[in-house]
């Protein structure tokens, strides 16, 4: 295997508050993948970061703002936001979220 293998059950899930959790997938220098899990009504605060995201929904339903234009998306739609916009979600019925960065997030890693 030349690849970068992270089995799910032996990556820890970190609990942010608000009804949400992330747990972060495989990653390189150049990429990361990370499932944040949403209780109904939880929010992901408006924010802006310099990495471009894609956001990808597993399950659930989520109203998903990026510079002040709202988005409904359900399983299966996805939405690419461009780095330095700002973006946020509000989960409408329980769901997941994959979401995956370029470059990756120094940040999220700094938290394990």
């Given at each position: 295997m030349k690849g970068i293998v992270r089995y799910h059950e032996e990556t820890a899930l970190q609990d942010l508050g608000g009804g949400t959790a992330r747990r972060v997938?495989?990653?390189?220098?150049?990429?990361?993948?990370?499932?944040?899990?949403?209780d109904p009504g939880a929010i992901g605060a408006p924010h802006t970061h310099p990495h471009?995201?894609?956001s990808y929904v597993l399950s659930g339903k989520f109203s998903y703002?990026?510079?002040?234009?709202?988005?409904?998306?359900?399983?299966?739609?996805?939405?690419?936001?461009?780095?330095?916009?700002?973006h946020g979600t509000v989960c409408l019925e329980k769901g997941v979220l994959l979401d995956v960065f370029?470059?990756?997030?120094?940040?999220?890693?700094?938290?394990?």
């Open positions: 997938l495989a990653w390189n220098d150049q990429l990361m993948a990370a499932e944040v899990s949403f471009t995201q894609c703002t990026v510079e002040e234009e709202s988005v409904e998306l359900s399983p299966g739609d996805s939405i690419v936001v461009p780095g330095g916009l700002v370029t470059p990756a997030r120094e940040d999220f890693l700094a938290k394990q």
